[in-house]
Each structure stands twice: as structure tokens, then as C-alpha cells.
């Protein structure tokens, strides 16, 4: 069997955990609203329309914040249409995704779906049609007490207390030509400098997301998070990245993607860390990977203009959740600069959470290592020194065919060491933990399988699950435990008090 060694030091931190790194987002597209969140006339829906029985699934995902409303479809929105009465609001042509808007949700309705499922929004501006003056009504609107036009106008619509939402995007990918009224990287710097200046005078209170790369594939990618940033440095508080991965014919390659999501962000980091030196600024540029998953775009297909069409709908397989949480462990191992992450997206759009029109809902593949991780990886990130076997892969050369990230929360007294084996073999590990003195070994929770393409349905929901392996009872400052081949582990101990 082949051997890998894991030395977890005390010291060896990375960082305070953002409890934000757990985030996810709901788009007006597809199914994510309608017939995702809401569904007002499903048996489980609550007096808003909103059904309980997604809102428990996101319950258990422990999520921060949830990015709305955009995404593309940001760009083209004019939030006004998304308040007041329902039967006055407009529908309109969703240019982003060939769809129709039926305006049904807004942002109201939103802060009280987030409410219900414990978590807190992110809030996009439309920088596409919009202009600086929109975003500085909307934030008015949101967080301004009363005594004014958009705060009375809140108040009117039956929220007296403001939204008090905190964490605020400018736009959407603006890099990309696919985006309604897209900019270069010098008009979108100078538009979104003086929307940023009259967002914080509304509000000083707000953290604001400068637009960065969508994609490390980007040809402009990373003098676009240059220019954005030599305008904008002194007035956001963190810079977006954007990344999606998918299988395109080699597994191994596939499993391999965390080597590029950890490229893309260490490539930020330098770039934010040049312009922190060209103005000679005391303060460091956080990033907020606001939108990764696996995501199938080859397979994109939309429709032409229906009401919340069924489009992105990934069903993902074993495989996939595999690839999915080697991308989580690189986003904790980042833990000093990613203080926020969003999973694109939540429900029935290339989303954990999947439903039926009139009918069920259930967990996908992916759903588990996200659990695991915003569940576990609280604490403190740390740094393990870890000697593993190598791999060949055709996109990123020799790697390590394990992937982990570890956390110590030092309140419970638990370590947890994430652990995804890419190998086709059992890697049986050595653990040396003996800076904590001694733990005990609490749970080994394993999710593999045989079938790599198996996935999770209505008929069969649990096919793919994690399931809880035996672990040697007793306090040890080493011990041994086998990942098997190709597996995604969680494995927890409590250090002795």
C-alpha cells in the first residue's frame, strides 16, 4: 500500500477562518428563484411562497452570505422593477439569459428569504446599464434608517427596519464581452470608483467587491485586476476572482483542478500585492472568489424567453463531488487572503440543492464536501507539512495525489483534516500530532464509491452519501488511518484538555 505523512503543527497557522469563505449565491436564472426558493403554490410553501423544505437543506449548509441578484442577469437589472406591489411590478425580457422576469422576487422579498435560512446577502449593483447614482439609491433603499425618498419608500413597502446589508458587489464579471454593456478595464476602474465613492457616502458602514478576472482563462487576465485595481484600491475592500472547472475526458486531469484554482489565486494575490506596492499602501487586498463549483459549460443550451426555463441544471456525479471538494480544501489553505467564497449557485442551477416543480427535493454529490467543510472547517486553517505520493498529469505535471486542508478550532478542541485521494490505490497515512500532546480519534467520514458517474435522483436521493468508517478508540500522539482510493475524507480528533 503506499504511505504519505501528515505532521500537523500548532504553530503552523494560516489564518482566522472567515466564517464568509462559506457563502453561496441565488441568480435570477433559471429555476434558482422560481421553483427553487419559491414555489408559491408547493405543499411546503411557507406565507411568503418561499418552501421550508429548501430552506431546511441551506439550513445545513451553514451558509454566510448569499450573492444576489447577479451574475449576468445583474447587468441588465433596474432593482426598482423588484419592489412595491407585486401585481404592479413589470415583466421584463432578461437579456442575459433569454428568459422572462416576472419580478415576482425582489430584494425585499430576498432579505426575508435570507432571514428564514440564516444567512445574510451579498448584494450586486448593475454596472452594465447602471449608473453610480442607481447603485447610491439602492443602497438608500437598503440600509439608510428613514427621513428620505428610499428609505420611506422601504418603509412603505413594509420593511421599517433597514436591510442593513453590509457586503455589496460592483457588478458582474465587466471584463467579459458577454456582458450586457461590457467595459475595458479603465472605463469599468473610473465607473466603478465613482459609484464606490457615492455607495460609501450613503453608507460608510459597507464593504465593497471590486469586479475581477471571471476566469483565469481570460485573455486580459491579470492586467485587467491591475488597472481595476491601481483606480480602485484605496476605496474596495476585497477583489473578486471567478472559476469554474469541468471533466474533459481525463479524470485524473479533472481531479487535478485544485492545482489551478490555487494558481489563479496565488497570480491574484501578486497582482493586488504590485499595485499595494505602487501606492505604497499599509493595507492588503483580500480577495472574495465569489463564484466557483464544477460547472459543465459546453453543455449550456438556453431557451427563448420562457419563465424561469429549466437551464444549468448539472447533474453532478461521485466523480464531480470528488473534483468539487479538492477545490474547498485550496479555498481553506487561502485562508489569509480568501475571506470570502461563494458556491454558484444554490438551488436547481449548477447548485447543491436540486428540486421538482410540485414535488421533492435532494441533496446533490457536491452537497456533502460543502457540508463537511462549512460545517468542520471552522477555527483556525493550518499549515501541515505533508509528504504524499506523486501523480502525472497532462495539464499541471507532477501533484501530490493528496489535497487537504486542516482546522483547529481551538474553543471546541478539534482538529479536522480534509483530505481528498486522487490515486486509483488505498494511501495509508501517518499522523503526527504531537504539538497538541494528545487526541482522540473521533470520526472518519468517507465519500467514495465504485461507480465514479453514480449520481443522486429523485428515485434513488441517497445513492451517493458519505458514510462513517471506524476509527481506533483510545489517545494517541500518532496514529495511522487509510484514505481509500479516491475518496473525499473528513477525519476528526479533540485534542486533551
Known sequence: MKKATYHIEKDFKISEVDRR?????????????????????????????????????VKELNIALVRYPGGNFVSGYNWTDGIGPVENRPRRLDLAWRSIETNEIGIDEFVDWAKKANTQVMLAVNLGTGTPQEAGYLVEYCNHPSGTYWSDMRIKNGHKEPHGIKVWCLGNEMDGPWQICHLEAHEYGRKAL??????????PTIELVACGS??????????WDRIVLEHLYDHVDYISLHRYYQNYGDDVDFLASFVDMDMFIKTICATADYVKALKRSKKTMMLSFDEWNIWYQTNVKLKEWEIAPEILEDRYSLLDALAFSGLACILLNNADRVKIACLAQLVNVIAPILTQKGGGVIRQTIYYPFR?????????????????????TKSYGEVPTICSAVTYDEESGF??????NIDSEPVE?????????????KEHIVLNGDDLDAINTFEDPYRVCPRKERVKEGMYDTF??????????????????
Not at 26 to 54: M, N, P, S, W
Not at 415 to 420: D, G, H, S
Not at 429 to 440: C, I, L, P
Request: one cysteine or more; charged letters at 25%.
Open 214 to 223: 471571471s476566469s483565469s482563462n481570460m485573455p486580459t487576465f491579470p492586467e
Open 415 to 420: 482538529i479536522t483534516v480534509f483530505a481528498l
Open 429 to 441: 497515512v501517518n499522523f503526527d500530532v504531537r504539538s497538541f500532546g494528545k487526541v482522540e480519534l
Open 194 to 203: 465613482e459609484t464606490a465613492k457615492i455607495m460609501k457616502w450613503v453608507d
Open 372 to 392: 463537511d467543510v462549512s460545517t468542520y472547517g471552522r477555527g483556525i486553517a493550518l499549515k501541515p507539512v505533508i509528504k504524499a505520493p506523486i501523480i502525472e
Open 480 to 497: 495511522s488511518i487509510v484514505l481509500p482510493k479516491l475518496s473525499w475524507n473528513v477525519i476528526r480528533m479533540k485534542v486533551k484538555c
Open 21 to 57: 469563505l462559506y457563502s453561496s449565491f441565488i441568480e435570477h436564472l433559471g429555476r434558482a428563484v422560481y421553483t427553487g426558493i419559491y414555489e408559491k403554490d408547493h405543499e411546503t410553501a411557507d406565507e411568503q411562497g418561499f418552501r421550508r423544505d429548501v430552506i431546511e437543506l
